[in-house]
C-alpha cells in the first residue's frame, strides 16, 4: 500500500545525468558519415528559430541534433518527422550544415536500427 | 544460290534480337497499369497513330532535335538512321527485281551482291531498274559511310558537333559501337571485292573494286568479308538489348505510348523501363549540367538513368541533382529525367515518414477578398520580397488576405521532389483546405516553387494561381499600377520552377522593361541557368553550391549590369551571398518605382500630372 507523502510544493526532477555508455551514439556517427557537415553544428539554434513547422509544434532541429550527439535517441523518430523539408534552416545556418539531408538521413539512420529489444 | 553459310552469323543475331525484343515488350505491356494498356489499344486506331508516325520519322529517323543542337550532330545520326533504313528498305525491292517480285529471306537482300552477280547491267547505268538499284543503293551505302566519318571525328574533335564532353562508355556499348562502325566498311569491301570479281558494282563499289583489283588477290579475299561482314551485324545485334542502342526499338515505344497520353506514373513501372530504355547516352545533357562545375560529374542525367537501367541506383547520384530540368529542355528523346529521379529518390528515401497531424486546424480568415498572398517559406526568409508585394497590393487598391502572415505550411514541392509525395499530400490538403475557405479568386505567391505546386499539383478549382511578376504583369496592364522608368541597367534570372517548370518568361521581362534597360544574358529562357540554391538537391555540400552559384553569377553579369532582377526569394537569397552584385526581386524593383498610389485615387493623380505638363 501505497504511502501518502507531504506535499511540499516541490517534487523531484527524473535523473538528468547523461549516461554515454548506456546510450546509443552509433547512429550520430552513421549520419555524420552519410552527412559530414553535421559535425559542424555549433547548436546556435538559428535553425529552430526559422523554422516553419516550429511555428505550429515544439520542434527544433537544434535539440535534435544535441539528442543525436548525446546517443539519447529514443523519442527522435517522432520528433523527426514533423519536418517539411521545406529548408529555410539550410538557408540561414552560419555553418552551412547541409540541414535537409541531415533531416533524411536521420530518419534513415533511425529506420534502420534493429528494433528494440522488449524486458 | 540463295543461301551460304556465312548469312549464319546474321541471320542467328536477328533471331535473337527479335526474341529478346519481343520478350522485352510482352514484359512491358504486362507491366502496365489496365487503364494505360486500353489507352495504348484506342492509340492504334485513332488519329494519334498519323502523329506518332511523325513523330517517329522526324526524331528517329531525321533526328530534327539534334540537328537544332548542332548541324553537324544531326547530319552524323541522320545519316545512319535514315540511310541505313534506306538501305534495307531499297535493298529489298532491289532483291525482288531479280526473284520476280517474290518475298525473299531476311539475309537474301542484306547480301545480295554475294548471291547475284547482274552483268547486263553496267556500272554506271542509272536509267534501267536494275542499274538504278544499284545506283542508290551505292549512293546509300555512301551516305551511311559519311556519318560514320563523322562519327570518327566526333571521337577527337567533338567541340565541331557542339559538345565539350561525351559518354563514357561501357563495355556493351563499346562492342555495340565497335561492330556498328565496322558493319559499314565491312559491306563496302565485300561488294567492292565482288564487283571487282565479276566486274559488276555501282559507281562506288565498281571502282573500289577495280582499284583493289590491282594489287589484291580479291578472289581469296572476298568471301572471308562477306563472312566478317555478317559477323558484324550478327555482333550488333546480340548486343544491342544491352547496350544504348536499345534505344533503337524503344524509343518508337515511347513515342507512341506518349503520343497516346500515358503518364510515367509509379516508378519502378512499364513506362520508367521504357524511358530507361529510350535514352541513346549522345551526351546532350552532360554539358548543359551544371553540376560539372561543382565536380559532380557522375551524375548526370544520363549516367543517372544508365546506372537505373542497369540496375545500380545509387542514392549518392540520385540525390545529386538540383531538378533545374536543364537536362530535360536539351534532351533529344524528351525523357522525364526529373520524373524518374524523384522516383528512384522515393525508394532512397523510403524510411522518412514525416506526420504532420500537428498542423492547427484554424478556421478560415474572417475578411473576405478576392486575392489571397501566399509568400511562402523563402517568401519569409528574404522580407524584403513580402513587403515590396505588400506594398504593391496597397498602392494599386487590392483588397487581399495575407494568408500565411503568421508563418507558412510548406507547399510539399520541396518533399515531393525528395521523392515523398504521399507526405507531401497531407500539406496539400491542408494547404488546400486553408485556401478554398478564403473563396479568393486569385492566388498570389512569391515563391516559384510554390507556384509551381499550386499550378500543377492542388486541385483549387476556379482559383486562378499566380506567381507575383505574373500579378504586377496584370495590374499594370489593368490599370491599376503606373511604373517610372528608372534607368538603370538590370539583367533577369529566370527562376527554373518559374520559366522552364512553368513556362513564364515574358511577364516579368514585360514589367521589367518599364523601369530598366533590360539586357539579354548569354543563357536565358528555357537555357537560363540554376542559381545553385536548388531545394530538389539533396546532398551537395555549400562550397559546391557556391562554384555553381558563382559560374551563373559569371555569366548573368557578362554585361555588367547594375541590378541582378531575379523572382524568386531563393534565387535572391543565394545570389545575394556571393556579395558580388546588387540583387533584388522584381516586386522589390515595382514598389521602389511605382508613381501611383491606389484606384481611387488614379484620376485625380493623372489629371494633376497633365496639369503640371
Redesign the interface.
Given at each position: 500500500m501505497q504511502k501518502k507523502a507531504i506535499n511540499f510544493g516541490y517534487s523531484i526532477t527524473p535523473d538528468r545525468q547523461i549516461d554515454f555508455d548506456a546510450n546509443d551514439r552509433g547512429i550520430c556517427k552513421r549520419v555524420a558519415l552519410a552527412e559530414p557537415s553535421l559535425n559542424l553544428c555549433i547548436s546556435c539554434g538559428t535553425c529552430a528559430s526559422t523554422c516553419s513547422a516550429a511555428i505550429f509544434t515544439d520542434f527544433s532541429l537544434r535539440q535534435v541534433i544535441l539528442l543525436l550527439r548525446r546517443g539519447e535517441t529514443q523519442d527522435l523518430e517522432k520528433a523527426i518527422s514533423k519536418c517539411m523539408l521545406c529548408g529555410k534552416c539550410q538557408l540561414v545556418c552560419p555553418r552551412n550544415v547541409n540541414t535537409r539531408n541531415l533531416v533524411i538521413q536521420i530518419s534513415k539512420a533511425l529506420g534502420e536500427r534493429p528494433p528494440v529489444r522488449q524486458g | 544460290m540463295t543461301f551460304d553459310l556465312f548469312v549464319i552469323p546474321f541471320f542467328g543475331g536477328l533471331l535473337f534480337l527479335i526474341g529478346v525484343l519481343f520478350y522485352k515488350y510482352s514484359r512491358w505491356i504486362a507491366l502496365m497499369d489496365a487503364s494505360d494498356r486500353v489507352k495504348a489499344g484506342m492509340a492504334l486506331f485513332s488519329v494519334s497513330l498519323l502523329k506518332t508516325l511523325k513523330e517517329i520519322f522526324m526524331e528517329s529517323l531525321l533526328h530534327r532535335r539534334m540537328f537544332k543542337r548542332n548541324p553537324l550532330l544531326g547530319y552524323m545520326h541522320m545519316s545512319f538512321a535514315l540511310g541505313w533504313l534506306l538501305l534495307i528498305a531499297m535493298g529489298n525491292l532491289e532483291s525482288r527485281v531479280y526473284s520476280g517480285g517474290h518475298i525473299n529471306p531476311p539475309y537474301y537482300p542484306i547480301f545480295l551482291k554475294f548471291f547475284i552477280h547482274d552483268k547486263r547491267v553496267l556500272p554506271f547505268e542509272i536509267f534501267t531498274l536494275p542499274g538504278f538499284f544499284r545506283f542508290t543503293m551505292d549512293l546509300l551505302l555512301l551516305f551511311v559511310l559519311s556519318g560514320l566519318v563523322l562519327a570518327l571525328f566526333k571521337r577527337t574533335r567533338s567541340k565541331w558537333f557542339g559538345l565539350k564532353r561525351t559518354t563514357k562508355h561501357n563495355s556493351f556499348d563499346k562492342w555495340a559501337i565497335t561492330s556498328l562502325w565496322l558493319i559499314f566498311p565491312m559491306r563496302l569491301l565485300a561488294e567492292s571485292l565482288t564487283a571487282g570479281i565479276y566486274k559488276g558494282g555501282g559507281f562506288l563499289t565498281n571502282t573500289l573494286g577495280s582499284f583493289l583489283a590491282a594489287f589484291l588477290p580479291e578472289q581469296s579475299l572476298a568471301y572471308p568479308a562477306w563472312w566478317a561482314y555478317s559477323t558484324m551485324l550478327g555482333i550488333f545485334f546480340v548486343t544491342l538489348p544491352w547496350s544504348r542502342f536499345m534505344h533503337i526499338p524503344t524509343e518508337i515505344i515511347l513515342i507512341f505510348l506518349r503520343n497516346a497520353g500515358i503518364k510515367q506514373g509509379k516508378y519502378p513501372g512499364s513506362f520508367s523501363e521504357i524511358e530507361l530504355r529510350a535514352c541513346p547516352r549522345c551526351g546532350v545533357c552532360i554539358d548543359v549540367c551544371q553540376m560539372n562545375e561543382a565536380g559532380l560529374t557522375g551524375s548526370t542525367a544520363v549516367y543517372f538513368i544508365r546506372s537505373l537501367r542497369e540496375q545500380q541506383s545509387d542514392v549518392k547520384l540520385n540525390?545529386n541533382c538540383m531538378m533545374c530540368g536543364r537536362c530535360l529542355e536539351a534532351c533529344p528523346v524528351g525523357i522525364d529525367t526529373l520524373g524518374l529521379r524523384v522516383g528512384a529518390r522515393g525508394i532512397d528515401?523510403r524510411?522518412?515518414?514525416?506526420?504532420?497531424a500537428?498542423?492547427?486546424q484554424k478556421p478560415a480568415l474572417e475578411k473576405k477578398a478576392e486575392v489571397v498572398y501566399f509568400a511562402g517559406?523563402?517568401g519569409?526568409?528574404t522580407p524584403a520580397v513580402k513587403s515590396a508585394m505588400l506594398l504593391i497590393f496597397k498602392n494599386a487598391g487590392i483588397a487581399y488576405n495575407f494568408l500565411d502572415e503568421?508563418?507558412?505550411?510548406?507547399c510539399?514541392r520541396?518533399?515531393k521532389l525528395?521523392g515523398?509525395a504521399e507526405s507531401a499530400s497531407q500539406?496539400q490538403k491542408e494547404n488546400t483546405r486553408k485556401l478554398k475557405e478564403t473563396r479568393a479568386k486569385i492566388l498570389v505567391t512569391s515563391c516559384p516553387i510554390c507556384y509551381k505546386t499550386f499550378h500543377s499539383d492542388y486541385l483549387l478549382e476556379d482559383m486562378q494561381v499566380m506567381h507575383h511578376s505574373v500579378y504586377i504583369d496584370k495590374l499594370i496592364q489593368e490599370g491599376n499600377l503606373v511604373l517610372r522608368p528608372a534607368g538603370f541597367r538590370a539583367v533577369y534570372h529566370d527562376p527554373c520552377e518559374l520559366g522552364r517548370g512553368s513556362g513564364i518568361y515574358e511577364q516579368p521581362r514585360n514589367v521589367l522593361k518599364q523601369i530598366t534597360e533590360l539586357a539579354d544574358v548569354a543563357e536565358e529562357r528555357a537555357n537560363s541557368l540554376c542559381c545553385g540554391?536548388s531545394?530538389g538537391e539533396?546532398?551537395?555540400?555549400?562550397t559546391q553550391r557556391n562554384t555553381i552559384r558563382n559560374g551563373a553569377i559569371n555569366i548573368l553579369c557578362e554585361s555588367e549590369p547594375e541590378v541582378l532582377v531575379t523572382a524568386c526569394p531563393?534565387c535572391k537569397?543565394t545570389f545575394q551571398s556571393a556579395n558580388s552584385i546588387i540583387v533584388k526581386d522584381i516586386a522589390e524593383i515595382v514598389a521602389e518605382n511605382m508613381i501611383k498610389t491606389g484606384v481611387k485615387q488614379k484620376q485625380t493623380e493623372l489629371a494633376f500630372m497633365d496639369a503640371g505638363s
Open positions: - | 540525390s528515401n524510411l522518412m515518414t514525416p506526420d504532420f500537428y498542423l492547427p517559406c523563402m519569409h526568409l503568421d508563418g507558412s505550411i510548406c510539399g520541396p518533399l525528395a515523398l500539406l540554391g531545394i539533396l546532398q551537395m555540400n555549400a531563393l537569397k
